[in-house]
């Protein structure tokens, strides 16, 4: 109980921190969540990778490479290790969002972050769905998909919501770039209990895997915009198809082979930072 007087701050500074008592598996979800998330990622870099060289593979999204890891042997238990990963990282996520263990606050750039904590959450549960659906093969849902974009920009507010989303995406992608160039992420890392090697690599691999994933997002987020102009859904892109764009531009082969090892990198550092990341889950 409380003492008498105690501020309103410090009542839910101890409210959270009893929360976080009771919650001893947000430790092992998250870092299993990052684990599950790094297989995605790399998973894309591999495939556009194949294609790249020639031998293939193709660009995809993070739904097309769960899609992907259903087709090889035992990609039914795959997907559903995958699927409880990504739903242990969407549970992790809204976690930071509203119990804020990070402590990024309460001010605009606080709340900022932490409200995108939550849409990461509900992305990814998403991308857990689908990954179930998989699973237990549900019929193709894509002309229901295509039916609802469709719908989504049909005047006058769905060009300007679409819009809306593309210039989101596009900001996305710019901080996630600006993290990469500043490492803003090493504060999230255990980097005390490296060598200077481990320092070094897990940096580089951070910085380059990051950037390569902040790239695909701003292409992304370019081609909604022009899809909002042009009132066309035929022209959004998601990640596979910001790749794909890459693969016909001049010296495409090499500029997707560039990007695809970079995606495979971030997914490298997914699993370092599900080794090495603070996690604060007492």
Do not use: N
Request: hydrophobic content about 50%.
């Amino acid at each position: 109980m409380a003492r008498a007087g105690q501020p309103p701050e410090g009542i839910k500074d101890h409210a959270e921190v009893a929360a976080r008592h009771a919650r001893p598996w947000v430790d092992a979800v998250a870092r299993c969540g990052y684990v599950a998330k790094g297989v995605v990622y790399a998973t894309i870099g591999l495939l556009a990778m194949l294609e790249a060289l020639g031998l293939g593979g193709k660009t995809a999204s993070p739904d097309g490479a769960m899609q992907s890891i259903g087709t090889q042997p035992l990609g039914g238990l795959l997907l559903v290790v995958l699927a409880a990963g990504l739903l242990g990282y969407a549970a992790w996520k809204v976690v930071q969002g509203v119990m804020d263990p990070d402590d990024r606050g309460s001010d605009a750039h606080g709340v900022v972050r932490r409200g995108c904590y939550v849409g990461s959450g509900a992305i990814h549960g998403l991308l857990a769905f689908t990954a179930a659906q998989s699973v237990f093969g549900a019929e193709d849902s894509s002309e229901d998909a295509m039916a609802v974009s469709a719908m989504a920009y049909q005047p006058p507010v769905g060009r300007i919501l679409v819009a809306v989303v593309g210039l989101g995406v596009i900001c996305v992608g710019l901080y996630q770039l600006h993290a990469a160039y500043k490492a803003t992420f090493r504060d999230d890392l255990k980097l005390h209990q490296m060598d200077g090697i481990e320092q070094f690599s897990t940096m580089l691999v951070g910085r380059v895997g990051t950037a390569a994933r902040a790239l695909a997002l701003g292409v992304a987020g370019a081609f909604l915009l022009v899809a909002a102009y042009q009132s066309d859904p035929k022209e959004t892109r998601g990640l596979g198809g910001a790749l794909e764009t890459l693969q016909h531009q001049p010296l495409g082969s090499y500029m997707l082979g560039a990007m695809a090892v970079g995606f495979v990198l971030y997914g490298a550092f997914m699993f370092l930072v599900a080794r090495h990341r603070h996690i604060d889950s007492s």
